[in-house]
């Protein structure tokens, strides 16, 4: 035996200290004793024996057991040289195939893996004293966690699969023993353990180290070059909600844009460089460029093994024995054994102490059974009512309730100490189990039955095909099933056992099962009676307080048989220490009832080397395989009933994947050992066929689904005649397709094979197979793998679940498992990370999502054991709850569709005929001629906005433009022609006297959404000047949002910034100090009391094409530009708009948006002077204290036409979505109130806020958003329906649409069609194509019209590439040609090179002199079947998104929207959802709306949803509080402000999953 590092050779030691030393190896193995106590009792025992003039420190000796047998020189006992030397198995055991783990590791190099990160208040709720160890009650049905007596204090113990002290010995005392283990080792040595996947450390240290990775970033979707830009510093936005926290941007980004300095960007460079190999198969040659995404089919690999044997043939099982002796039922057997051995025991039952409650004899059980069948068919007379019961008593009660419902029970028989412990209604009665039929609750103790007369006697009861008893079971998918057994098959199952088993009368029987179902049932309670045997039945609780206590009554009774499972066995090793006194030599017969499972073997080996020398003896373990449809299959024979020698195998897994038998030497690492489960039953034909399709009979080297023809097996599934047919009337044939018998065979769900001697081996249920690509797994090999790394440290062993998941038209292995609540967070990764490792170099297979689970949280099935499918459920319901997870789709993924090879589509080579290219015609709309619509006289003479104030102010003084409200729905302020006249003269006065300006000179207008800011503009306009409007700082969010500010007022080169007393305090303030050099700041002007005068005289400008504005944004990239206007383009697009929205002095509008560029600042600003009609003006952040107020404004003034933004109409949507009926109130009696003219209707200020009630939309006639982005169809139709009862007509809502080279290219306006839908594939939108297909097919997207396109306007699509003209119903870039586009950027802050064609482009050929802008967005124009105003059929523009945000990912082109909305479809919980780009891996980020512990939940429903709806691979999910995520005023996501605030390490993220 190999000591710890100790040299013993020259002392041999005691049988007795070696059994000490191996109880201690167990113990701290099990973390029963600190290695500091090991250290400490080892160095105690080895006082006398070690030396201590060696001076080697104890605590040094301890590195690590070598194995191999070559290195233990120490002889060994006696007792193991007794042992026989035939070779264990040692899988799932504790070290089971450690050996081979860890040289599968070894073979890894060391990969730094990123970490996930985690919120610090999620690792709170799941410290150590929150957790509660796993209830023994929960432990694996097969594997299990135990108490042991005397240790009830201790710290939770770790269940271990094998005793490792015994395990040295025998691998070191016996050379032939370790040559069948289940997975060989090298030889000598131990092979080196993967070290720590630490994640990187964040500092300038490390921050040294990764800017140099960063420099060339691979590419790890398809090698295809991305398009790069080059981002700027990007200015926060006032209106973001919850900005990123702190920190100075000034490291954040290297010259190329790439970001350095962070955490974050540290872990992602890990994370690609455990993926610059990825272990997929190398892609073909070629690509293919077609409509269809076809996936990858995995081809089979022609080196793969095939089977190359003969035909089976059928195995035919001995004669059953049917004697004059057999009794005609077990019913006459039991009234035999009742009357003339009334005496006899037949059962012996035990309290959780191990004491004897009772022993039942055959006399009382004969009488008892007439008492209760005399009572059940004479007596039956209790009350029936509703049950109820509070929530479920264990996983899968639900679909046991549907079983009992659909067999018609309505009876539910109890004891008194069951009914007593069942949960109760009110009434006393016995509460209704969810899910479950009503039931009457009968007690059956003897003081409840009635006694039958001395002349009754039953009706005799013949063997016949009457179903005799309904036993469930539970299927891969969660259903459960009743198996229906007849009369006859119970019979002839009794009669095959004793048989087989050679039971005799008067036997004693231990009996560790379940003895309501499978072979705790046929063994302890029907065979047993039929041959008047006498069982002693051992409870689970007595088994979990004391494992060794079904040992102790084989030694008391002197039992012969015994009936227990693997898990049984290996309770009683750990327990066996101390017990010197118990004997198996009685036991003739131990019949092992899962020997059907792979790990059976190793618990047979460890338990017969441990318990030989306690009388046991090899020949009497006998391993069984049975299921529900067939019953008993199988079952080995003592040597004396004429049992062949037994035998094992060792089989190579690879090949076991593929369902061919191929024998190992052993010197691989991925081999399965597995051992004979006996001969086939009595009476029984066994064959095997092909596991999926016709039948077929399998060659003899291949793996196929044993069948079985006999009377003894199930008939049927209860009420389900379909898959009864397919599973109990299998009719298998022969390679030509005779079939081998006229009697149909049952199919027994048992993966195998038949070996020598026509044994039968068992390699795999059905139920556990996982199919991935053309390879089949069994889970319970996955579970023994995983168990082998590092296994007690981290998770509890017997509580581990694998099963697979269909994602992407395959299978993909999930493995779950309890994580002890000791170990850390990084111990955990790390442990996950070699978990992958191992199971992909032991199986070549991936496993696509690994997660941990707080301790004894999952679902669990009656008996203990984990309830698999209920997990899967949770699993894909996101109800699942894990502490730890890790993707891995990466690898795992390897069917994704080809990455597409772009080819340009129309080149300047193309012909163009008349008006078509391609032969289609090109896409090309415009709107209504401008020159025919207006008088040109009035046109000219009023050419710029100051001329038409000044005209309505001389004729229409006293003409209300402007009405502003405040949160009360009061009017704050209102403004006529000549009031807006006199205060823009004192604003232009002021400018010119005390700012000393000069013509052309640029002034920010920083003032609140008001009238203020309008008078402001006009001044500025009076004076020559060029006004600037910049959204003012947040008092709340200066650190964020004061730099914008200075930033748009540097970058415009504003002279002057003009404002209210209230914010010039704020710009120079201490709180803006810390923020901005508050010094440099040019003259700041306050207007709140600037004096009466007036200008000298208007400025007129001298041309057309004088600059009059600059309109400065951010765009949804986070480019900040100024886009400049002219005064001509100024009127043309108020002219552009009053003719489409027919705005005349006498209309009102409502307008709630923000004031500060684009169509929002030209519509609050501009067209109320030029058309003379009244705007109610709704500031957008007085919505926020009062959500109701806009669509109030819209009601009371009767409002025809309306302007709002995405994000009002989202938060009407959902604040008011369920307060329509209160909203609705005495709107009837305000809509029939007279009709007044608009002043006299204006509400006095001052006034009491009038109830926000009676909100009637039926005025409405347009309700437009004003966006920059594809139309977002279900936020308009949920809001048209949530509305609809307050008289919103179904048409009002349509959307607008502009950019920043044009803002107003398309408005719905008052006349024309009503905007069309049509449903486009999204996968040909991938492909930079349009394909229409019908509502509701697969992959289709819904695009709307986006508004009419506006008079003067020319629109055309182009390629974004060759510039060439599209043709109808082809993707490419809106150009726009009009007479109100912008002239060109001011500036376009760090990309002024890249926008220098905006505005001037041209097309390659056919039109090549008409000049565009290009607006950047995609798009296409159909021409529909309606017809516009002017007879033409009309042409509608459909805008697909902005090219800048596009997402280049395996050669095609993403939307980042379709994604998101694909994300936030897949859990309740996810609020919003923003995906962007870096270094080609795909992040996700998401808005958790729920508890932080839900939170990595949604990792892998993200992933999923993303693979499946889209085909790519998620890198990274980053999971965040709501409101996190940045949107714009307009209600667009800043998505380039996000993933600066992801790099920078500032979004505070409740967990971030790097998938590997």
């Known amino acids: 035996m190999a000591e710890r590092g100790c040299p013993l050779e020259a002392v041999p030691l005691p049988a007795e200290v070696r059994e000490s030393l191996a109880e201690l190896e167990l113990e701290l193995s099990e973390g029963d004793i600190t290695q500091k106590g090991y250290e400490k009792k080892r160095g105690k025992l080895l006082a006398r024996y070690v030396p201590l003039a060696q001076g080697v420190d104890p605590s040094l000796q301890a590195e690590t057991r070598i ?154 979707t398809t090698g295809l070059a991305q398009h790069q830009h080059t981002y700027c510093e990007r200015p926060q936005l006032a209106s973001m909600r919850g900005a990123p926290r702190g920190g100075s941007r000034s490291v954040l980004e290297t010259a190329g844009g790439v970001p350095v300095s962070s955490r974050v960007s540290s872990k992602i460079q890990q994370l690609l460089n455990t993926l610059k190999k990825p272990k997929r198969p190398p892609l073909k040659e070629f690509f293919v460029d077609d409509l269809e995404e076809v996936l990858e089919v995995q081809q089979p690999d022609p080196g793969q093994p095939k089977p190359e044997g003969g035909q089976t043939a059928v195995l035919k099982g001995e004669l059953l024995a049917v004697g004059s002796t057999w009794p005609p039922s077990l019913l006459a057997t039991l009234q035999q054994w009742g009357t003339t051995q009334p005496k006899a025991p037949c059962l012996t039952a035990l309290d959780t102490t191990g004491k004897a409650v009772y022993t039942l004899t055959y006399g009382k059980l004969w009488s008892r059974s007439l008492k209760l069948a005399y009572t059940l068919l004479n007596k039956l007379t209790s009350k029936n009512e509703p049950l109820l019961k509070p929530g479920d008593r264990d996983a899968g009660s639900q679909q046991v309730g549907f079983l009992l419902g659909s067999c018609g029970v309505a009876l539910a028989l109890t004891t008194d100490a069951c009914q007593k412990g069942l949960p109760k209604a009110q009434t006393g009665e016995v509460a209704a189990f ?140 750990l327990a066996q220490r101390g017990q010197r006194d ?242 850390s967070e990084e111990d955990s990764f790390q442990w996950m990370s070699r978990v992958l490792q191992a199971i992909d170099s032991i199986h070549q297979v991936g496993v696509y999502c690994l997660a941990l689970v707080p301790a004894n949280t999952l679902p669990k099935a009656p008996l203990g054991g984990i309830h698999v499918s209920e997990t899967k459920q949770r699993f894909l319901e996101g109800m699942l709850h894990p502490c730890n997870v890790l993707m891995c789709p990466h690898t795992c993924v390897t069917n994704l569709p080809k990455p597409r090879q772009k080819q340009p589509e129309v080149g300047p080579a193309s012909m163009v005929v008349g008006n078509l290219v391609a032969g289609k015609r090109i896409a090309q709309a415009s709107g209504r001629e401008l020159s025919h619509l207006e008088d040109s006289d009035q046109a000219r003479k009023l050419l710029f906005l100051p001329d038409v104030l000044r005209w309505r102010a001389s004729t229409t003084p006293e003409h209300l433009l402007f009405l502003l409200l405040s949160a009360k729905g009061t009017v704050t302020s209102t403004t006529t022609c000549i009031q807006l006249h006199k205060k823009a003269e004192r604003v232009a006065a002021a400018l010119m006297e005390k700012a000393r300006l000069t013509t052309g000179a640029h002034v920010a207008l920083v ?91 208007i400025f007129r400008p001298p041309s057309p094409d004088m600059l009059a504005y600059l309109d400065f944004s951010v765009s949804t990239t986070g480019i900040l530009a100024g886009v400049k206007m002219s005064h001509a383009a100024t009127s043309a697009l108020c002219r552009s708009i009053k003719l489409q929205c027919e705005l005349y002095p006498s209309r009102q509008i409502a307008i709630c948006l923000d004031p500060y560029c684009g169509l929002g600042f030209a519509l609050w600003c501009l067209c109320s002077v030029y058309s003379g009609h009244q705007s109610v003006l709704v500031p957008p952040p007085e919505l926020e204290t009062n959500v109701s107020l806009w669509l109030w404004a819209v009601s009371q003034y009767k409002a025809r036409v309306t302007f709002c933004s995405y994000s009002v109409m989202e938060m009407c949507a959902r604040g008011l979505g369920a307060q329509t009926a209160v909203l609705r109130v005495r709107a009837v009696r305000a809509w029939r109130e007279p009709r007044t003219s608009p002043s006299s209707r204006k509400p006095s200020r001052g006034a009491p806020p009038p109830a926000m009630k009676g909100v009637n939309l039926s005025c409405v006639r347009t309700c437009m958003v004003v966006a920059e982005e594809r139309p977002r169809i279900a936020l308009t139709q949920s809001f048209s329906k949530l509305f609809r009862d307050l008289g919103l007509p179904a048409r009002a809502v349509s959307t607008t649409f502009g950019c920043r080279v044009n803002v107003a290219i398309c408005l719905q306006g008052t006349a024309g069609p009503d905007p069309t839908t049509v449903y486009v594939d999204m996968r040909a939108l991938r492909h930079d194509r349009v394909r229409l297909v019908e509502r509701g097919s697969p992959h289709s997207l819904p695009l709307t019209e986006s508004g009419k396109i506006l008079p003067g306007v020319k629109v055309i699509i182009a390629h974004s590439e060759t510039r060439g003209p599209l043709g109808d119903s082809h993707l490419g870039e809106v150009w726009v040609s009009s007479p109100h586009s912008a002239t060109g950027y001011y500036t376009v802050y760090g990309e002024e090179g890249l926008h220098a064609d905006h505005f001037s482009a041209r097309l390659s050929f056919g039109d090549t002199q008409t000049v565009w802008a290009r607006t950047g967005f995609l798009g296409f124009l159909r021409r529909t079947e309606l017809t516009d105003a002017s007879g033409e059929r009309h042409d509608a523009l459909y805008v697909v998104g902005s090219l800048d945000e596009t997402l280049e990912l395996r050669g095609m082109r993403y939307h980042p929207v379709d994604i998101e909305t694909s994300v936030v479809r897949a859990h ?69 402000h996000l993933r600066d605030g992801f790099l920078a390490d500032q979004l505070d993220p409740i967990y971030v999953a790097y998938n590997m």
């Open 67 to 220: 194995p191999g047998p070559s290195q233990a020189t120490a002889p060994a006992p006696e007792q193991q040289k007794m042992r026989p030397s035939h070779a264990r198995d040692e899988r799932f055991r504790s070290d089971v195939h450690t050996e081979a783990v860890q040289a599968a590791l070894a073979k890894y190099k060391e990969r730094k893996m990123p970490m996930p990160s985690k919120r610090r208040s999620v690792l709170t709720h799941m410290a150590v004293e929150a957790y509660t160890p796993p209830d023994t009650s929960s432990a694996s049905e097969d594997e299990d966690s135990l108490q042991r007596p005397g240790r009830l204090a201790s710290a939770p113990l770790q269940s271990h699969a094998g005793v490792a002290p015994w395990l040295d010995q025998a691998v070191q005392g016996s050379p032939a023993s370790s040559a069948a283990s289940c997975t060989s080792s090298h030889p000598g040595g131990r092979p080196a353990a993967v070290p720590s996947a630490a994640a990187v450390p964040a500092g300038p240290a490390a921050l040294a180290r990764v800017a140099d990775l960063h420099s060339a970033p691979p590419d790890v």
């Open 582 to 823: 118990v004997s198996l030599s009685s036991l003739r017969l131990l019949v092992v009832a899962d020997g059907a499972n792979p790990w059976s073997i190793s618990s047979c080996d460890a338990f017969l080397n441990v318990f030989q020398a306690r009388g046991l003896r090899p020949e009497v373990i006998c391993p069984c395989a049975s299921s529900p449809e067939a019953l008993t299959v199988a079952i080995r024979r003592p040597p004396d009933l004429g049992g062949p020698p037994p035998r094992r195998a060792v089989l190579s897994m690879s090949c076991l994947s593929h369902g061919v038998i191929r024998l190992d030497a052993e010197e691989k690492l991925s081999v399965l050992t597995v051992q004979d489960v006996g001969q086939v039953m009595p009476g029984a034909d066994v064959c095997v066929v092909k596991v999926e399709g016709t039948p077929y009979l399998c060659k003899t080297d291949e793996v196929g689904e044993i069948c079985v023809n006999s009377s003894a097996t199930a008939t049927a599934y209860y009420g389900l005649l379909g898959i009864t047919k397919n599973i109990f009337e299998t009719v298998p044939v022969t390679a030509g397709g005779a079939p081998i018998s006229d009697r149909p065979f049952t199919r027994t769900g048992l993966l195998g094979f038949i070996g020598p001697d026509n044994l039968v081996f068992v390699v795999g249920k059905l139920d556990g197979l996982m199919v991935v690509g053309v390879r089949r797994h069994n889970a319970d090999d996955i579970v023994a793998t995983a168990l082998a790394v590092e296994p007690m440290k981290f998770v509890y062993r017997g509580r581990i679940a694998v099963f697979s998941v269909t994602v992407l038209h395959d299978d993909r292995i999930v493995l779950v498992a309890e994580q002890r609540p000791d170990a």
């Open 1007 to 1097: 003032y609140p959404p008001g009238v203020d800011l309008i008078a402001a503009f006009y001044g500025c306009l009076y004076c020559g000047c060029v006004p600037v409007t910049v959204r003012p700082p947040h008092p709340q969010n200066l650190a964020t949002t004061l730099p914008t500010v200075k930033m748009i007022v540097e970058v415009s080169k504003s002279a002057c910034v003009l404002t209210t007393q209230a914010i010039t305090r704020l710009l120079k303030s201490k709180e803006a100090l810390a923020a901005v050099d508050v010094r440099t700041w040019p003259t700041i002007l306050d207007t709140d009391d600037i004096p009466k005068k007036k200008v000298a005289s």
């Open 1468 to 1536: 309740r919980s996810i609020a919003e959802c923003a995906v962007f780009t870096w270094t080609n891996l795909l992040v996700v980020v998401v808005e958790l709306d729920g508890l932080e512990q839900d939170a990595l939940d949604l990792v892998a429903l993200v992933t999923n949803v993303v693979l499946e709806e889209h085909h790519l691979v998620v890198g990274v999910v980053v999971i965040v509080d709501p409101g996190v995520i940045p949107i714009n005023s307009r209600g667009e996501k800043q998505r380039m």
């Open 434 to 573: 969810k899910g479950w039929p009503p039931l009457t609750w009968l007690v059956i103790d003897g003081k409840h039955l009635t006694k039958p007369p001395k002349d009754w006697h039953p009706s005799a009861q013949d063997a016949g095909a009457g179903t005799a008893y309904i036993e469930y079971k539970t299927s891969k998918e969660g259903s459960t099933v009743g198996v229906a057994v007849s009369h006859a098959s119970l019979l002839a199952q009794c009669q095959a056992l004793t048989q087989a088993c050679g039971y005799s009368e008067a036997e004693t029987l231990t009996n560790v099962l379940d003895f309501k179902r499978d072979a705790g049932l046929w063994h302890g309670v029907l065979t047993s009676v039929m041959n008047r045997m006498h069982v002693v039945s051992i409870p689970y609780a007595l088994m979990k307080a004391n494992p060794l206590s079904w040992i102790q009554k084989v030694c008391a009774y002197k039992a012969r048989a015994a009936l227990v499972k693997s898990r049984d066995m290996h309770w009683s090793l």
